[in-house]
Every structure is written in C-alpha cells, then in structure tokens.
C-alpha cells in the first residue's frame, strides 16, 4: 500500500510564502515524476508544476518564477516553495506521484488527499 501525505497548508497574506511538503510512504520500489496539482470547488483540477526523478522541472504559467519545485529522492519527499501568494493561488493543493509499488509491479498514479491553501488579500 502506497500513501502520499502533504502538510505545510494554511491561510496567509498576499505577497507572503507558504511551503507545502508530500512523503511518499509504504512499499516503494521506485518513484518517477512528482508533481503538485491544485483545484478550486467547481473547477477541474489543473497542474501547478511538476520534477522528474532527475530534477527536471515543469511549470504552470501562473506559477512561474513564484512556485519552486524539489525533491529528495532518498527520502521520498517533494516540496512546494511558494513565493509572492495571490488570492487566485487559493485552492487544495495535491501530491501526486508516479510509483512503482514493488518489484515486478507496473508505474502507477497515487494522490495525496490535499491540503488547503489560502491566500487573503
């Protein structure tokens, strides 16, 4: 069983930072692309940005040059740095992984169960 747990949500001030955290846990054999995705009640949920196992990053447009991506690949974790918050940056952000649960088993997607982010202006 593969679980991915964020923390590090909250409410903040415009124009302040908040760092979202995920860890991967359970059996793990490996873990390839990691990312974050956010979604708004009623609105479907949309890529915020994503880092492959070697570092490899990949941003929303909304999110460039504000939102730092990383990850400890020993430690099965990947963070969310993100800087210069606007009220539209207000949603639940989730974890997403690419995990290999096993040895002999296939790649597949786990979610995290989301951590709500507020930005008041």
């Known amino acids: 069983q593969v679980q991915l747990a964020e923390s590090g949500g909250g409410l903040v001030q415009a124009g302040r930072s908040l760092r979202l955290s995920c860890t991967a846990s359970?059996?793990?054999?490996?873990?390839?692309?990691m990312g974050w995705f956010r979604q708004v009640s009623g609105k479907e949920r949309a890529l915020v940005a994503t880092?492959?196992?070697?570092?490899?990053?990949n941003y929303a447009d909304s999110v460039k040059g504000r939102f730092t991506i990383s990850r400890d690949n020993a430690k099965n974790t990947v963070s969310l740095q993100m800087d210069s918050l606007k009220p539209e940056d207000t949603a639940v952000y989730f974890c997403?992984?690419?995990?290999?649960?096993?040895?002999?088993?296939?790649?597949?997607?786990?979610w995290g169960q989301g951590t709500q982010v507020t930005v008041s202006s």
């Open positions: 997403y992984g690419e995990v290999i649960p096993g040895l002999g088993h296939n790649l597949r997607g786990y």
């Open positions: 359970g059996t793990i054999f490996g873990i390839n692309n």
């Open positions: 880092i492959s196992r070697g570092g490899s990053t």
